[in-house]
């Protein structure tokens, strides 16, 4: 990608409370801010610019199309026992399914390296 592409904050794509809850503290402990949306339509825009595009596992199953962005997707859960969430992130192409808590750390770490790059 260009150096002179701006790059947009990356964006959670969520209508759930406790997925919101447990971002929030990545974003803390990453230093990062999140844009955050209930919409898939939403969350498409401007996606090329954003270092991450995490979709929560309640909201999956409405994406229809492969999601590409200028760096990371990733699906979050709060279950890693469903086994549903793992199919549809396999067909939208999300690199990573992350279980929440247990996965914050991960996630800072991705958040610092995205910003970083």
């Known amino acids: ?11 959670a794509i969520t209508a759930s409370y406790w997925l919101r809850f447990e971002l929030a503290h990545c974003e803390q402990h990453a230093g990062s801010n999140f844009e955050y949306t ?3 339509p939403d969350g498409r825009k401007y996606a090329r610019r954003r270092p991450m595009i995490i979709i ?4 999956v199953a409405r994406v229809r199309k492969p ?6 997707v990733v699906v979050a859960t709060l279950d890693p026992n469903d086994r549903r969430t793992f199919l549809h992130a396999a067909r939208i ?7 929440l808590p247990q996965a914050r750390s991960w996630l800072a770490e991705q958040l610092l390296q995205a910003v970083a790059g």
């Open 38 to 40: 209930e919409s898939i």
């Open 56 to 59: 929560g596992s309640d909201l």
């Open 67 to 72: 999601v590409h962005c200028g760096g990371l």
């Open 1 to 11: 990608m260009p150096a002179n592409v701006r790059w947009g904050a990356p964006i």
């Open 93 to 99: 192409g999300a690199a990573y399914v992350i279980s």
